[in-house]
């Protein structure tokens, strides 16, 4: 059976460690963001509300933090939610950036894995739901994560973990997890594009949310972020990114407004942010 590897395990390390099961721990350390109360100046130095210079002493050094996250090294296509993908720690550095504006947010991510980003979301946000199909024991593997680090998690937050399968109708959801859908302010997902049948799959489930937005009168926001991945062609004598143009594609005539939102902001996790990052910002076009 052909077996796929994230990149990100070669290019960074992660401290890993064998566990009983098969799989591995692996520790994602990260920086926290600058207290809310200070303000960056383009010269990098810290000012407060008032526009004071304030001394940064030994004292007030970044603090540093630590996500562990149990995975598996490699896996077959269909398994690779058990791997930890660079679009996953680019949405977590997006989500501390962008931290005032995810505080007191509900939260899903979609096609979760094995839940880092929903994690990070739990720092700040007052409700994260986190979804995928229940594969390779995935559902378990979250909620064994979560528990992982839940010293980190913000104690007004509260975690759930649900199944939510893109290639299921809407008719089959369950009850909590229609109700979750109404009540999320923001979606988040990385690296879910990889595959044209789970794009088109991916591609109904936006619209569910959409449409249920839409009744409720609760806007939703989508946040995708993915790797372009290039091969070379025959047919387009060229190298090209299908999985991505093949998403765009499928969305040209949707009633969504498209952002491209770009990767330039502070990296506050430990991997290589790669030019082939796109993080995506969708909104209804109401």
């Given amino acids: 059976m052909y077996k796929v590897t994230s990149e990100i395990y070669g290019e960074t390390n992660y401290g890993t460690v064998k566990s ?33 210079l304030i001394v940064k002493r030994k004292a007030e050094a970044s603090l540093n933090g630590v ?9 077959e296509l269909r398994l690779v939610g058990l791997q930890v993908w660079r679009g996953a720690l680019l ?38 739901v986190c979804t995928d199909v229940n594969v390779g024991g995935i ?3 979250i909620r064994e994560n979560i528990k992982h680090n839940s010293s980190l998690i913000s104690k007004a937050c509260n975690i759930d973990v649900l199944e939510l399968d893109f290639l299921k109708p809407v008719g089959e959801y369950s009850h909590s997890l229609l109700k979750a859908i109404d009540n999320t302010d923001v979606v988040v997902a990385a690296d879910v594009i990889y595959d044209d049948d789970l794009t088109n799959a991916f591609i109904r489930v936006i619209d569910v949310f959409f449409q249920r ?12 972020a993915l790797e372009k991945r290039y091969v070379f062609t025959l047919s387009d004598l060229d190298t090209v990114a299908p999985m991505f143009e093949y998403f765009l594609k499928q969305t040209i005539h949707k009633p969504w407004n498209f952002e ?16 082939h990052l796109v993080l995506l910002k969708i909104k209804h076009a109401n």
Wanted: glycine share 10%.
């Fill in 260 to 275: 491209y939102i770009e990767t330039d902001f502070p990296q506050y996790f430990e991997y290589e942010r790669c030019r």
């Fill in 20 to 52: 009983n099961n098969g799989r591995v721990l692996s520790k994602f350390k990260f920086t926290y963001p600058p207290n809310e109360d200070h303000l960056d100046t383009l010269d990098g130095t810290l000012t407060d509300k008032d526009g004071d």
């Fill in 139 to 141: 559902l378990d593997l």
């Fill in 213 to 224: 937005g839409k009744l409720s009168g609760k806007q939703k926001t989508v946040y995708i």
């Fill in 91 to 128: 949405l977590a550095d997006y989500i501390f950036h962008k931290r005032v504006e995810f505080q007191g947010k509900f939260v899903m991510e979609l096609g979760a894995g094995v839940g880092l980003t929903s994690i990070a979301a739990g720092i700040y946000a007052q409700q994260v």
């Fill in 67 to 75: 996500i562990t996250i149990e995975h598996s090294e490699s896996t």
